[in-house]
T-cell receptor, first 116, second 113 residues
Framework: GAVVSQHPSWVICKSGTSVKIECRSL??????MFWYRQFPKQSLMLMAT?????????EQGVEKDKFLINHASLTLSTLTVTSAHPEDSSFYIC????????????FGPGTRLTVL | QKEVEQDPGPLSVPEGAIVSLNCTYS??????FMWYRQYSRKGPELLMY????GNKEDGRFTAQVDKSSKYISLFIRDSQPSDSATYLC?????????????FGKGTLLTVNP
């Protein structure tokens, strides 16, 4: 399957600071990528759809000014958690759809964010 | 009612057992159905992908979709300890590169040697 990488895999930060998470598609180009959040023992919840060269589309209830998404190239999308608080501590996962309508999403390994 | 319901388990079986996992859904517009496996602290890994109703088999895994009952299943034959993971069902109402997935909560499976 297609390969998606994320960096960093794990980050700890202080409350009030900002954290940037990178998502790269290694063997395909992605005009669209997705960002999910997963709390412990919960399922994946879609946060936003990242669109190359245009603004991201956020799901209801997700603060776009807090979770900044940039999709500057066909292989890189970034999620910046601004002014992070302990309640933002979660597992953040990106995914990229591949090619034709018969393909599906491949997920990155995830980034665990802990806000102290 | 949630769009996708999945029993979170946990489910514990002996090695070699046949495992049955399932999800129900309420949105009749869902056309694409997927099963993902997620190991602890890792991203989900695609296992099976099915369009519309029917069965699909891949090695020890069989996926079934019954759209009339809004019910999907994943069967694992000859289960192995390495199959121990959380299994997530996911579905969408369109294909292409702009669709959104709706996930179940996931079922935690443990296969005991």
């Amino acid at each position: 399957g297609a390969v998606v990488s994320q960096h960093p895999s794990w980050v700890i930060c202080k409350s009030g600071t900002s954290v940037k998470i990178e998502c790269r598609s290694l063997d395909f180009q992605a005009t669209t990528m997705f960002w999910y959040r997963q709390f412990p023992k919960q399922s994946l919840m879609l946060m936003a759809t990242s669109n190359e060269g245009s603004k991201a589309t956020y799901e209801q209830g997700v603060e776009k000014d807090k979770f900044l998404i940039n999709h500057a190239s066909l292989t890189l999308s970034t999620l910046t958690v601004t002014s992070a608080h302990p309640e933002d501590s979660s597992f953040y996962i990106c995914s990229g759809p591949v090619g034709s309508p018969t393909d599906t999403q491949y997920f990155g390994p995830g980034t665990r964010l802990t806000v102290l | 009612q949630k769009e996708v319901e999945q029993d979170p388990g946990p489910l514990s079986v002996p090695e070699g057992a046949i495992v049955s996992l399932n999800c129900t859904y309420s949105n009749s517009a869902f056309q694409y159905f997927m099963w993902y496996r997620q190991y602890s602290r890792k991203g989900p890994e695609l296992l099976m992908y099915t369009y519309s109703s029917g069965n699909k088999e891949d090695g020890r895994f069989t996926a079934q979709v019954d759209k009339s009952s809004k019910y999907i299943s994943l069967f694992i034959r000859d289960s192995q300890p390495s199959d121990s993971a959380t299994y997530l069902c996911a579905m969408s109402n369109s294909g292409g590169s702009n669709y959104k997935l709706t996930f179940g909560k996931g079922t935690l499976l443990t296969v005991n040697p």
